[in-house]
């Protein structure tokens, strides 16, 4: 089978471990648990033997992998679907298939499988101690059809073929996040997040249909190899100043900003924390989010149509690349105020958005498909980690309150220390603390993580692809840009080590930490396994002019990214400013936060609280914007369908119609009942009937019975005929 | 008037007197016996008539059988029959109109007829012997009267086998055609 | 000698006599005897008829006898019938015999 047809198989497996799991495998845990797994494993072997050839061909960027059926006949045209495989579907294939085993192995563990189900454990809650999850299966099915969205969207050749699995992962992000359906909490989170994106899918939805009524197909090869096209989209003018690709561009980009949460639809990602860990590290960091940078990053040519290296940005991307970096800003503002261990991730993840939106925007289209890369790794890394912490966290929790009941029940515990009865979050990170000594591998990786994500240099993977990133903005001309990004790694690298700081460092803050323990293998498989790629994968794409180093080893990205594009970027020289201030700023940031945190006592407060005032509590309150949406958006809408829609149109003027044509047609009948059935058709029958009736009563008198009286009415008769016959008609 | 116009006028008053005893007569036994005088009288008018036969037939079957029968059904019914009191019914002036106007009627339609004045009867060109053996062979000729003659046998038997089972006494009851 | 509007007129009296018979008794058995007055008449007319009209066929005899012979199984199984209803019933009064009202 050549590897085109290959790529067909990609994303089956998992669309029918879903399949195999919902019709009757749900039953049997380990059932499902094996469907899920084996199924990821298949997709896994398959993407990393496609990727293989794929970096073995040359030039896959003009002679991609591809394969296409005719699928939708719409009157003389056929819309086809197919895959395509070129440098960077392959590259997001990679890391999509590795990021996504490495989560499901996880969940397996996440989830207790292979502990009793605690009897009071109620389905749609989470676990209370360390049953296993009630609805284990349900989750297996709902990843499995995740990662066929996912993998659907990576392979696929055209737009309506991607959109068909970005809005599946839509939708299993809505089921995922509100997994734990009982919380009053999820069940919000959950419907926002579909709503949120579905505002940017809306006008995605749009741009395609715009972009098909312009060109008559979706296909990439054929809209974005296409010079012609590329230039005639370019100069047909639509609205605003904009030509018709500039709006496309623009429409597509609102489906990133829904899908990839940037600023303004970024409300959605941190509420979507409710979701089990997994989900989070899965959906919301190393794959779904990813999609909408996949997308932009696919359409990167017709988003820069007639812009080259060096000119001023078009007004697509310039807004585009405002977009990113203020997001990238924003968000690491908030981050730095937040308590949640998940929060803070959620955050760090919009803000790393923001920098591969930005990458796009001015124009560098290799440093954001590295960052993209890398990313993924450490940003599930992270995730997972942080999952291994509240685990921790929850065992200790249980077995901190058994000891203490053990010990002295009833009795008043040390001043001081009311914890052990009470339910402490698992989650919040000034109950933590210590817990490098209690969790050592868990720290471990998550330091890898948490160095990645803050751009350590040399031996983390983010150092390499964020650096690409400031080479570009200072390089390509925006020094705001530039400025902007680099404060955003500031911060990064500051509520990084605020996060390691408190969670990890220090002496523990609560019983639950006292008591924490390291979680198990199957939990920490794959959290080392990201963390070599957290460390390596950055090495993929040393700039061949870095001091020292370069040239060592061949920057693979470069080459092999580049191919992507019809022009093949030039690689801008190296300049030590960007790097220095990555080293400055990574280094500078990680150290202050490490000074401050790394040893916060029981029961202290956050100094920066201190130092910043009420600006913290914008910051912790997320500026407040959560509120502002429900008053602009939220609370009309529910006014509108509660009271208008509902109580007015639907109630009174549709039932009152129908109930006033109902009372009508029951009148109308009571009438014709009255008027025409009782006395007319009634009184017809009736009259026949009555009729009859009185006709046989007045003669039946003549039946008398006595047979002389029949006789003598014979004999009458007889001579009425015979005289009749005789005298009259002789 | 002749001798035999005389003898026809003495028995026709008193056939019509015996009839009117007939349906007159309140007790129903001697009613069967004014009967018997009627058709006593009927014999009579046949032998004016030349008919010696029929005469013979007359006095045989009706006297000596049907009347017979009359009166043993009057005596079988008798105990609990009204024998005496009013034997009209309700509606015998009704009865007596229409005899009246039957008779009237009769007369009118027959005294249409041209033979009606017929004074005098043919003579016979038969004698009486003949006559009988002329009747019977016409009787039996299949040329002739036979087919009246089997109908009429069959009808007899008929009666014969109606009247035994009509007149047999009720069955004793067994059970089955109780009511209950 | 004897005209035959004489016979004629008897056997329509006795007809008619026969005929209040029939219509204005209460018993049934003064019924039958009633047709029978009616039958004796029609048996009269039947043979001054043939006597006066066509004596050479003897057909009016034979009507006659065919006559005899009807009257005869008439009153049998008439007779018979009154006898069984006077079983059922225990009256042969015609009037009283009304099943067949409505």
Redesign the interface.
Known sequence: MTTDLLIWLIPLPPLLAFGAILLGGYRSNRLSTWLAVAAMVISWALGLFVFAQAVQTEHLGANPFTSSIPWLPLGTSVIEIGVLIDPLSAITLFFVVWTCLAIFVYSIGYHNFGKPRDVQDVPGLPPRASGIEPLYARFFAFISLFAFGMLTLVVSDNLLLLFIGWEIMGLCSYLLIGFWFGRESARKAMVKAFITTRVGDVFMLLGMVALYTATGTLNFQEILRSPETLNRLAETPAILGLSLAGLIGLLLFAGTVGKSAQWPLHVWLPDAMEGPTPVSAMIHAATMVSAGIYLILRFFPLLTVGWHPGEPLTTTMAVIAVIGAFTALFASTIAVAQNDIKRVLAYSTISQLGYMVAAVGIGAFVAAAFHLVTHAFFKALLFLGSGSVIHGMEHGQAASSKSAALAAPGQAGPAGAPETHDHVDAQDMWNMGGLRRRMPWTFYTFLIGGLALAGFPIVTAGFWSKDEILSSAFGQGQPVVFVVLAAAALLTAFYTARQIGLTFLGKPRSAAAEHAHESGRVMLLPLVLLSLFSIAAGWAGIHHEFPVIGGAIPNFVEEFVGQALAERPEALPFAFPPLLTSLVVSLGGLGLGFLVYRNLPRGATDPLARWLGPVHGLLRRKYYFDELYDFLFVRPAYWFAETFVYAWVDRKVIDGLLHGVGRASLRLGAWLRRAIDLPVVNGFGDLVGETTKAAGSAF??I??????AY??AG?LFVGLLLSFLLLVKP | M?L??GV?VVT?LA??IS??M??ASPR?VH??LW?VV??GA?AV??I????G??AM??VV??IG??AI??I???M??RR???DSG???????W???F???V??AA??AL??QMP????????????SADF?IE??GK??VDLD??VV??EV??V??L???I???V??R??AETTGKTGPE | ??????????A????????????????A??????I??ML?AV??NL??F????T??L??G??F???V??????????G??????I???R??????E??????
Do not use: H
């Not at chain 2, 033979?115 to 038969?126: D, K, N, R, S, V």
């Not at chain 3, 015999?97 to 409505?102: E, G, N, V, Y």
């Open positions: 039946r008198v039946q008398s019975g006595r047979v002389q006789l003598a004999l | 002749t035999l116009q026809f026709a056939a019509v009839a009117v007939v349906v129903l009613a069967a009967l009627t058709l009927v008018l046949f004016l008539l030349d008919a036969f029929l037939v007359q079957i009706y059988a049907i029968l009359i043993f059904t009057v079988l019914t609990v029959m009204a009013p034997q009209a019914n309700r509606a015998w009704l009865a007596v229409i005899g009246i039957m008779f009769l007369l027959l005294a033979t009606w004045w017929q004074a005098t009867p043919p003579p016979l060109a038969a006559m002329d009747l016409s009787l002739r009267y009246p003659f009429a046998s009808l007899l008929a009666a014969l109606g009247s035994i009509l007149a006494p009720p | 000698m004897i005209p035959l509007s004489w016979y004629l007129i008897l329509a009296a006795l007809f008619c006599i026969g005929l209040y018979g029939v219509l204005g008794r209460r018993n058995v003064a019924i039958l005897m009633g029978e007055l004796n048996n009269i043979v001054a043939w006597r006066y009209l004596p050479a003897i057909a005899q034979a006659a006898i065919i005899f012979a009807v009257a005869a199984s008439e009153a049998a199984v007779l018979a019938l009154i006898i069984s006077y079983r059922q225990s009256t042969v009064i015609a009037e015999i009304d099943l067949m009202k409505w």
